[in-house]
C-alpha cells in the first residue's frame, strides 16, 4: 500500500486543516439544481433574486457536495480514510450564490483509538466554509474513521 500522508496518528486534536478554496459558478449551481434539486431559485437569477436568497443561489445539498471535494482535495483522498458512520449535522448558514468565492477550514475536536480495532481510529471534526466577505455559510460536524500507520503496513 502506498503511504499516505494522513494516518489517524496526523490528526492533532485542537489543529487545523485548510480546505482552500472554490470559485461558485452560476452553471454549476443550474447544473447541480438542474439533476438534484429544481426548485427555481437554484435555476434562474431571476427567481433567485426574488426569493429570500437575494440571488441565483446553490442547493444546500450543493453547498455540501462542494464541502466534501474541498475535504476530498485538501487531505481525505491523501488520507487512510475508512469512511465515516454518518454526520452530526449539517447547518446552512448563508445562501451561496453564482460568484461566490469559498474558502474552509476543519477543525480536529477529539478522537479516539477503536476498541475493537485498535488500528483504526475515530476522529471528530468541525467543518466551516466562509464566502469572500467572511461570512460562515455552513457548518458541518462528523467522525471519520482513519487507519493507524501500524494499520496500513
Known amino acids: 500500500m502506498t503511504t499516505k500522508k494522513w494516518a489517524y496518528e496526523d490528526f492533532p486534536e485542537g489543529g487545523s486543516i485548510d480546505l482552500g478554496t472554490k470559485l461558485v459558478t452560476a452553471a454549476e449551481i443550474i447544473d447541480f439544481a438542474s439533476e438534484f434539486d429544481p426548485q427555481p431559485m437554484h435555476l434562474d437569477e431571476e427567481a433567485g433574486k426574488a426569493s429570500i436568497l437575494g440571488g441565483l443561489s446553490a442547493s444546500g445539498w450543493h453547498t455540501c457536495a462542494m464541502f466534501m471535494r474541498m475535504m476530498c482535495d485538501a487531505f481525505l483522498l491523501d488520507s487512510t480514510s475508512q469512511g465515516a458512520p454518518g454526520i452530526e449535522y449539517?447547518?446552512?448558514k448563508k445562501p451561496v450564490l453564482a460568484g461566490d468565492t469559498l474558502t474552509g477550514r476543519s477543525a480536529v475536536l477529539a478522537k479516539r483509538l477503536s476498541k475493537s480495532r485498535p488500528t483504526l481510529?475515530?476522529?471528530?471534526?468541525?467543518?466551516?466554509?466562509?464566502?469572500?466577505?467572511?461570512e460562515s455559510v455552513i457548518e458541518l460536524e462528523n467522525t471519520g474513521m482513519f487507519l493507524t500507520r501500524e494499520g496500513t503496513a
Open 90 to 92: 449539517a447547518r446552512w
Open 121 to 134: 481510529g475515530f476522529v471528530t471534526c468541525r467543518h466551516e466554509l466562509f464566502n469572500q466577505k467572511g
